[in-house]
């Protein structure tokens, strides 16, 4: 199914929709809970487009399970990726009324899908919920300036290292990560080749900073070595 029959499809669904207001003195991680009430769920496969750059932002969306890579392509044909979402985070909440990158699944993944005029009708009503909303747009702000410093300022392993300490405090356990993403999304994620994040993953591991089990689990062996990387 394409993302414009998807949309076509759900879209009662999302007319249908019953939105409350958060409970007053709701913490703000839990308002943020209850946008699983304000939309519909999708699901995604492999690779499988959610939106493209320069569509109408009128969705907002939350990973439930699954990964999802935000980017675009430059003009020389280059990919360059902006972030990745794991479950539980909020994206496409755009400034303007247009997307400013395209969002693909990684692999198989569920995707709460909420009206953008529900979501911040509701919040103009709930301060609660307004709060949440704003300490995930602050959050994704403070990635986007790690990003920018990450690509201007570090070698390829203090990327790297910087990477993986990141995606760490994003996942339960810290020094157990699931990595989603393959190395050429890792690659156009720190503006590396695929060859160099790869030897650099070779040689963490040779230095004992982590251990490698397969091209997806990766765990933090020195916490302290690989702050110093970051540093």
Known sequence: MTVQHARSANIYDLRQA???LPPAGVRPDDA??????????MSFDRDEEIFGEGEPADFVYRVISGAVRTYRVLNDGRRQIG?????????????GREHMLSAEAIGRCDI????RS?????????????????????????????????LGRKSACERVATFLG???????????????MSRQ??????????????RTFTQLQADGVIALNGCRHVRIVSIGALERLTE
């Open 112 to 115: 709460l899908v909420c009206r």
């Open 18 to 20: 019953s939105p409350t």
């Open 118 to 150: 529900t979501l911040f009708g509701l919040a103009a009503r709930s301060p609660d919920l307004g709060q949440a909303l704003w300490a995930q747009t602050a959050r994704e702000l403070e990635r986007a300036q790690a990003h920018l410093m990450l």
């Open 166 to 180: 990141a995606l760490a405090g994003r996942q339960p356990g810290n020094r157990e990560i699931t990595l989603h």
């Open 32 to 41: 943020c809970d209850l946008f699983q009430g304000l939309g519909a769920r």
């Open 83 to 95: 972030d990745f979402h794991l479950a539980g985070d909020l994206f496409g909440l755009e400034a």
């Open 185 to 198: 999304d890792i690659a156009d994620y720190l503006g590396l080749t695929i060859e160099t994040v790869s």
